[in-house]
């Protein structure tokens, strides 16, 4: 089993930053990809930011510019940092990991974290 966990989250003035972490644990051979997305009241869930094992990057075309996705392949862990942040950005935002178990098999499974809440506000 892998557990997500992120941290970070909390309430910061339009114009503010901050920055997400979320680290796997458990049993854990390699992990693809890794995303944030993030979920607003009476929304649906939408992909943030995305990055590849290899440090390839894409986002959504609200946050470009604003944010940035990173990961520590070490540390099983990957970051969100988040600057300008606009009213719009306030959502719930969930951790998300491909992961291979183990070196025996070649399946990919997907785990999410809980999420972390990120208000903005004045």
């Known amino acids: 089993q892998v557990q997500l966990v992120e941290s970070g989250g909390g309430l910061v003035q339009p114009g503010g930053s901050l920055r997400l972490s979320c680290a796997a644990s458990?049993?854990?051979?390699?992990?693809?990809?890794m995303a944030w997305y993030r979920q607003a009241p009476g929304k649906q869930r939408e992909l943030v930011a995305r990055?590849?094992?290899?440090?390839?990057?894409n986002y959504a075309d609200d946050v470009k510019g604003r944010f940035t996705i990173s990961r520590d392949n070490a540390k099983n862990s990957v970051y969100l940092q988040m600057n300008s942040l606009k009213a719009e950005d306030a959502a719930v935002y969930l951790c998300?990991?491909?992961?291979?178990?183990?070196?025996?098999?070649?399946?990919?499974?997907?785990?999410w974290g809980q999420g972390t809440q990120v208000s903005v506000s004045s």
């Open positions: 990055i590849t094992s290899g440090g390839n990057t």
């Open positions: 458990g049993s854990i051979f390699s992990i693809n990809a």
């Open positions: 998300y990991a491909e992961v291979r178990p183990s070196r025996d098999h070649a399946r990919v499974y997907a785990y």
